[in-house]
């Protein structure tokens, strides 16, 4: 609810503190009191256009603030979390505008967009006047109205559901369908690169033994000197084995003159001979795997630059083409089985979109219910409110396929006809204003229970009636009271008795200038208020009387 609204220097208003309270606030005065500027102050609060032309004369600025206490689960919270803005306690909202035009919004000190003021706005408060209202105006708003009159909460989910998995299925066909025409694109490309893998048949590491192989067939002739030489030195007439053999030979036949002391040097050369020998060996193998070796240089040069050429070609290492192979030979397998994926896709988005029209029509079935018993609701408010004449249509629409979406397959719209023989056209082109705000009314009683919004404001909804008409009006905005907070600009004093608060909103004179003021009526305030209302300019005793009669009439709904 609407807790507080606290005015700094808009039009007549100087310094201006109200507090609410929950039910039915009546505001009342005389013609050009300042009535509407506490409207119109809300309104900029809840980002309405700002202009100068507001701000006090003399004054450099303009504010209003406007506070709400409102429970934990209000819509208005989760608006405010996506922009990470956390309230507690009330929700404060404040305006300012400078003599420049510029505004400025806050939520709870914090500085916001006009535009979240707006957001915050719908879900806040809704404004119904002659000239301009907000709320079921909006035409997209109507499913929503029309879903929450006939509690169709859990259908809608389950076409929401329906929605999101029939999306989901178009979806993996959609990715399907691009990534076989892309792969059919590229279908001879695939066979020839797997072909052409498949006879190149890389090994693992190969890149490396055939580097080191062409390193040695480059310098093969002079290994094979180094190796011939290598051999003449251990092995020739001079070579470093018979030195070694003539020098074991002399120590031996002296070794035992010479006890012990010539075994270790002995046993080192035994040692040395059985290395020597193991070398030979390793050179004459050497040697020989050169003679024996099958590759020559350009065997192995064309081989190795074939594997890089291949490996350049599909921007891979050269030791990654066998795993690249098989890459594209999956993928090539993928593409042959293509048209059974497509298939089986089809299919499966096919019975996504049966359980989706299966929901939708459901809904469809149950909106067009809803709709008939709406309009009979309506229409029963009607009359008493002197719109006997005016003709409520809700009409639930087919959409074409391509408009289907996560509410449904209709499109709902709320129009009225106010004249007989008058086509039925949008709440918008209702041309009295009187006629506007009451049938506002009417449907804001019938639809209390499926609205969200917490507070209603109606300014002048009794314009151009009165008697058992303006009694009817305020009949109703007490039974709206009853679940929502309402307040209300009137000069009804029918609609006025009706109030659980009444404001009397007066012009003064104050150091010269004209001032706006708002007073808080006890009982005997509101029975003189209402006589004036009653009789006009000199207020009777038949006026007081009456007024009293009028105040004294059971609550709505009351057993008395």
Known sequence: MLAGLSIRDI????????????????????????KSILLDALALALGERAD?????????????TAEFDLPDEHPAF??????????????????TIGADGRSRGFVNDQPVSVALLRRL?????????????????????????????????SLGETVRGAWRDWSAAEAELAKLVAAAE??????????????????????????????????????????????????????????????????????ARLSDRAGEMFDPIIAALD???????EGLSALEATASQFETEGQDLT???????????????????????????????????ALEDRDSRVAAAVRHAGEQRAVYVKAAEALTAARKSWAEKLDVAVARELKPLKLDRARFATNVAALDEGDWGESGADRVSFAVATNPGQPPGPLAKIASGGELARFMLALKVVLARASAVPVLVFDEVDSGIGGATADAVGERLARLAETQQVLVVTHSPQVAARGDHHWQVRKTMKAGAMSTEVLALNDAGRREEVARMLSGAEVTAEARAAATRLLARPAPGSLL
């Open 11 to 34: 039009v007549l208003i100087e310094r201006l503190s109200l507090s609410f309270a929950p039910g039915l606030t009546v505001l009342t005065g005389e013609t050009g009191a300042g």
């Open 52 to 64: 100068s032309g507001l701000i006090r004369h003399g004054a450099s600025q303009a504010a209003v």
């Open 78 to 95: 989760d608006i405010l979390a996506e922009q990470d803005l956390q309230p507690e306690g009330q929700l404060v909202i404040r305006r």
């Open 121 to 153: 706005a719908e879900s806040l408060v809704e404004i119904h006047g002659q000239f301009e209202t907000q709320g079921l105006f909006d035409s997209n708003t109507h499913r929503f109205v029309l879903d929450s009159y006939g509690g169709l909460a």
């Open 182 to 251: 892309a792969a059919l694109a590229e279908e001879d490309f695939l066979k020839e690169a797997v072909a052409e893998l498949e006879q190149l048949a890389p090994q693992p590491g190969e890149e490396a033994l055939l580097s080191d192989a062409r390193q040695r067939l480059q310098h093969r002739e002079k290994l094979l000197d180094a190796l011939s030489t290598a051999q003449r030195e251990l092995a020739g007439d001079r070579g470093a084995e018979l030195s070694l053999s003539q020098a074991r030979r002399a120590l």
């Open 271 to 277: 040692r040395a001979q059985i290395e020597i020998g």
């Open 299 to 333: 065997t192995v040069d064309d081989r190795l630059f074939e594997l890089r050429r291949v490996a350049r070609r599909h921007g891979v290492a050269v030791d990654e083409l066998g795993a690249h192979r098989g890459a594209l030979a999956d993928k090539l397998a």
